[in-house]
């Protein structure tokens, strides 16, 4: 009896550390469900993407929740607005996801290129609110990360006229206007290609909003800091083949007001920012890439330095000769309409003097010496004197005297 005693507690020792082991065994393998979010939102925004590419409508809007009716009504206009813009590609790459139960709100970044336009994409962060029902995740709002910002498409039904070397895409604009903006980029790309002496796209696009105030929430700032200022160019700096596409956005209240001889040298002068970006960095100063597109703009113009330089002009005949060139906080925007003036004449003359005193193949091997360096400070001294032999005190007294002879 006793053995047997001995025995049953044995077994049942036995059996409750048995027991033990495969509790711990399943407590062990057990794996928390994988969250899935991202992946499922994913497939939610590659599916809205696709559907972009290929017209179709019904699956574009089929990522909107269906309880979103205000949203799903805005982006049924924007996809009919965008219609007729050719893209080659367009995509959303996700970042951070944040879930709270059935709701998750997502950082993506929106990217798509013109087709035969653009080699690299025209990017926007976009902040995404979602919802989960029925195991699938909708889109309930879509919103730029900056603030006041638009695409064109969401402005209007967008016109698209091709020119030999342009693509013009407008809103709210006769299609007889943006035939004439198309000619007259089409002027401007070898005018530019000319002057550049490089190879880069020949190509460039344009858009042209309805009105001033369009332009402003194109470029994500105040509309009032470029009233006057016919065009821009956007575009990052710097990053060769991997830089987001440029557009020319053309603000039409200013245009409107310019004559032929003045809507080529805006439009020249913004296609030679798209055409030397590769090359131009945060080394590069505002007075040579503003002056090399205005120098690139009246290289075959025969314009004279009086007519294209009034402001700077009235300065040194009265006596006031710039101490020194311009700095980049004389570009601003919105400030004195004089300053503005003084900079960009001035970074002209300064681009003038080195074509003329050291020729144009030094202009354009300084322009890429000063920009290809790894930091602005030291790059411009070290341009002056690397590719024309001289100094910033030297190249600075020099232009001074330029000036007084161009404009005096």
């Given at each position: 009896m006793a053995g047997q005693r001995f025995f049953g507690r044995g077994a049942g020792r036995r059996a409750a550390s048995l027991a033990a082991a495969g509790l711990l065994l399943a407590v062990g393998c057990a794996r928390p469900a994988p969250d899935t979010t991202a992946r499922d939102?994913?497939?939610t925004l590659d599916a809205r993407a696709a559907a972009v590419l290929r017209h179709d409508e019904a699956g574009y809007l089929a990522a909107?929740?269906?309880?979103?009716?205000r949203l799903r009504e805005t982006d049924?206009?924007?996809?009919?607005?965008?219609?007729?813009?050719?893209?080659?590609s367009w995509e959303y790459r996700l970042g951070q996801v944040r879930r709270s139960g059935h709701r998750a709100t997502a950082q993506a970044e929106l990217r798509y290129r013109i087709d035969g336009y653009d080699k690299a994409p025209v990017t926007e962060d976009r902040t995404l609110e979602l919802a989960e029902r029925n195991g699938r995740w909708y889109v309930t709002a879509d919103r730029a990360v900056r603030d006041r910002t638009q695409q064109l498409w969401q402005q209007g039904d967008v016109d698209v006229v091709r020119g030999a070397h342009s693509l013009v895409l407008g809103v709210g604009q006769d299609r007889a206007r943006l035939g004439e903006i198309a000619?007259?980029?089409?002027?401007?790309?070898?005018?530019?290609?000319a002057a550049w002496g490089e190879a880069w796209a020949g190509r460039v696009v344009v858009l042209?909003?309805?009105?001033?105030?369009?332009?402003?929430?194109?470029?994500?700032?105040?509309a009032a800091g470029y009233r006057g200022i016919a065009a821009v160019t956007t575009g990052e700096t710097g990053a060769g083949a991997q830089t987001p596409a440029d557009r020319v956005i053309v603000n039409p209240e200013a245009y409107e007001v310019l004559g032929p001889a003045g809507r080529h040298t805006v439009l020249t002068h913004?296609?030679?920012?798209?055409?030397?970006?590769?090359?131009?960095?945060?080394?590069?100063?505002?007075?040579l890439s503003e002056g090399f597109a205005d120098w690139a703009a009246y290289r075959s113009t025969g314009t004279a330095a009086a007519e294209a330089a009034p402001e700077l002009q009235r300065a040194v005949r009265q006596g006031k000769v710039p101490d020194g060139l311009p700095v980049d906080a004389d570009f601003r925007f919105g400030g004195s309409a004089d300053a503005l003036g003084h900079a960009y004449e001035g970074g002209w003359l300064a681009c003038e003097l080195i074509a003329e005193r050291w020729g144009e193949d030094r202009l354009r091997a300084f322009y890429r010496a000063v920009g290809d360096a790894e930091q602005r400070a030291g790059a411009e001294g070290k341009a002056l004197h690397d590719v024309?032999?001289?100094?910033?005190?030297?190249?600075t007294a020099a232009w001074r005297g330029f000036l007084r002879e161009r404009l005096g």
């Open positions: 939102i994913g497939r909107l929740d269906p309880k979103a009716g049924r206009r924007e996809f009919e607005n965008l219609a007729d813009v050719p893209l080659s000619a007259a980029a089409d002027r401007a790309v070898p005018a530019v290609s042209v909003p309805a009105s001033l105030d369009g332009m402003g929430r194109l470029l994500g700032a105040p913004e296609t030679a920012h798209v055409a030397t970006r590769a090359h131009t960095s945060k080394a590069t100063p505002m007075w024309l032999g001289t100094t910033t005190e030297e190249f």
